[in-house]
């Protein structure tokens, strides 16, 4: 089979914020948030934001390469494991208001990542667990089983270490998910503007 588990390496950041703005870039959300697409500010701030989790022993990347494209990078996944349970100073911060560059809508942006991090805080609180924070597979190679293969890969960590074993998806992933066990817990709407 042409397509290979590897773990990220620092030097791949950039494409994987290529890779997620291919992947997103037809989302209706997607357009609100960054209403002239991603641009070269955006794709800065959100590479240097993917770095500092990189940073973050807690935090894997893993991707998904095809051998038959020089190993070319096709989908990537990024999961936070928390093998102890965590003080609530650790997880319960207040979520800071971040600047996304100027060609972002920082304001819905804040409100939906302030609203996904409250369900978050809510449903694991500190509780030791595994969390797919992000999948992403390149529209040219979506149903090749790229993103069966990373989620695949954290559940069988999260099996390994006794967690639960939660994630945040989108309804485009919501299918693959569903086939590999995992159920619908919570649901964040957006109630989107007029357009």
């Known amino acids: 089979m042409p397509l290979v588990l590897q773990p990220i390496v ?3 950041m950039e494409h994987a914020i290529e890779i997620q703005d291919r992947a997103f870039s037809t989302e209706l959300w997607d357009q609100i948030m960054f209403p002239n697409g991603m641009s070269a500010a955006v794709k800065t701030v959100m590479v240097e934001r993917a770095r500092k989790d990189f940073q973050d022993p807690r935090t894997v990347f893993m991707k998904v390469v095809d051998t038959e494209r020089n190993n ?3 989908s990537f996944a990024r999961w936070s494991i928390y093998k102890q349970e965590r003080p609530e100073s650790d997880w319960n911060k207040p ?3 971040r600047d996304w560059g100027p060609d972002a809508n920082n304001e819905a942006l804040n409100e939906f990542m302030g609203a996904m991090d409250g369900k978050r805080k809510k449903l694991m609180a500190g509780e030791p ?5 992000l999948l992403d597979t390149h529209p040219d190679h979506q149903r090749r089983g790229a993103g069966s293969m990373l989620v695949q890969w954290g559940t069988n960590v999260a099996d390994e270490a006794g967690l639960r074993c939660y994630l945040e998806a989108t309804q485009a992933g919501r299918h693959l998910y569903l086939q590999k066990g995992f159920k619908d817990v919570v649901s964040l709407p957006l109630l989107l503007p007029d357009m």
């Open 95 to 97: 979520r800071e208001t």
């Open 129 to 133: 667990h595994c969390l797919l924070g």
């Open 72 to 74: 070319e990078m096709i």
């Open 10 to 12: 620092e030097a791949d």
